[in-house]
């Protein structure tokens, strides 16, 4: 069983940064892959970005691709996403997911999720 834990999430204006974490524990999480993911009021859950578990693979949605970086360290089993030019339609909750298989933007291949953290981008 793998506990996810995310943080990190708050109300900021359109234009700044924000650096999501997501803590991991139980089973160590090192070598499962990981993702992000986002729900905003009244929509389905979106694909953010996924990695590898060694971190050479990462895949981002179009609509976050060159203002998101995902990352992770495996020694301190922490998931981040560094958030740029966050703009109005960022806002969300952003859920951690990790998975057994190779990183995928299917959330069906997703095992564990955390309970999300709230970024809000007025404008």
């Known amino acids: 069983q793998v506990a996810l834990v995310e943080s990190g999430g708050r109300s900021v204006e359109a234009g700044d940064s924000l650096r999501l974490s997501c803590a991991s524990s139980?089973?160590?999480?090192?070598?499962?892959?990981m993702a992000w993911f986002r729900q905003a009021p009244g929509k389905e859950r979106e694909f953010v970005s996924a990695?590898?578990?060694?971190?050479?693979?990462?895949a981002y949605a179009d609509s976050v691709k060159g203002r998101f970086t995902i990352s992770r360290d495996n020694a301190q089993k922490l998931l981040y996403l560094q958030m740029d030019s966050l703009k109005p339609e960022d806002t969300a909750v952003y859920y951690c997911?990790?998975?057994?298989?190779?990183?995928?933007?299917?959330?069906?291949?997703?095992?564990?999720w955390g309970q999300g953290t709230q970024v809000t981008v007025s404008s």
């Open positions: 990695i590898s578990w060694g971190a050479r693979d990462t």
């Open positions: 139980g089973r160590t999480a090192a070598r499962y892959a």
């Open positions: 997911a990790a998975s057994l298989g190779v990183p995928s933007s299917h959330r069906e291949r997703y095992t564990w």
